[in-house]
């Protein structure tokens, strides 16, 4: 059964770069199939997209972050991970990683989810 | 805002049948997939494609599109249902972009 775990630190002070990695377990990032993801989700408010990658390290961005994240893939770690710089508060959240499933532009979903871990942006 | 608008909370008596909706042009082009989050959870996927449920979701959640409106119906709805809903597609601009709706908190009575 495939599993993700995000990790990284919690409280991240503002201006810093957060940092997260997400371990995939019971299977292979390297899956031709799929694309890997990281959603957030600030507290009480609803879900955003943050970006994609695929094991080849080929990445799509939301655009409006677009300028402040980095993703990137480790398939010898089966792993991928998550930069972004210049937080401020508005970048609290907690945050997920996902198997990312596109097919053509017609099909996409996120499944399965990391449990997430809450991102404090405070100094 | 999100290019995918979602009623902001719907309610339904235990048993009965809810249908919770997604509207967004990109709707008429895409499909929308469906997830379903509890308090303090992850989301977890309900509906995906046409109307396909992962290994484990009950058959009491379906899916369906109609133009610019997706839906997701609960037939049946059980206590365990009550949870936040949210539809993800992607965005109408033609680029590899992805987007959720707002959430719709379903109550069950």
């Known amino acids: 059964q495939l599993q993700l775990q995000e990790s990284g630190p919690g409280l991240v002070k503002p201006s810093e770069t957060l940092s997260l990695t997400c371990t995939v377990s019971?299977?292979?990032?390297?899956?031709?199939?799929?694309?890997w993801g990281w959603i957030r989700q600030p507290p009480g408010k609803g879900l955003e997209w943050i970006g994609s990658?695929?094991?080849?390290?080929?990445?799509y961005y939301n655009p409006s972050l677009k300028s402040r994240v980095t993703i990137s893939v480790d398939t010898s770690k089966n792993q991928f991970s998550l930069k972004l710089s210049s937080v401020t508060a508005a970048d609290t959240a907690v945050y997920y990683c996902?198997?990312?499933?596109?097919?053509?532009?017609?099909?996409?979903?996120?499944?399965?989810w990391g449990q997430g871990t809450l991102v404090t942006v405070s100094s | 805002s999100s290019e995918l608008t979602q009623d902001p909370a719907v309610s339904v008596a235990l048993g009965q049948t809810v249908r919770i909706t997604c509207q967004g042009d990109?709707?008429?082009?895409?499909?929308a997939s469906w997830y379903q989050q509890k308090p303090g959870q992850a989301p977890v996927l309900v509906i995906y494609?046409?109307?396909n449920r992962p290994s484990g979701i009950p058959d009491r959640f379906s899916g369906s599109s109609s133009g610019n409106t997706a839906s997701l119906t609960i037939t049946g709805a059980q206590a365990e249902d009550e949870a936040d809903y949210y539809c993800?597609?992607?965005?109408?601009?033609?680029?590899?972009?992805?987007?959720f709706g707002g959430g719709t908190k379903l109550t069950v009575l």
């Open positions: 019971g299977g292979s990032i390297s899956s031709s199939s799929y694309y």
């Open positions: 993800n597609s992607r965005d109408s601009s033609g680029n590899p972009n992805w987007v």
């Open positions: 990109s709707l008429r082009s895409y499909y």
């Open positions: 996902a198997r990312h499933f596109t097919f053509l532009p017609l099909y996409n979903w996120f499944d399965p």
């Open positions: 990658i695929y094991y080849s390290g080929s990445t």
């Open positions: 494609g046409k109307n």
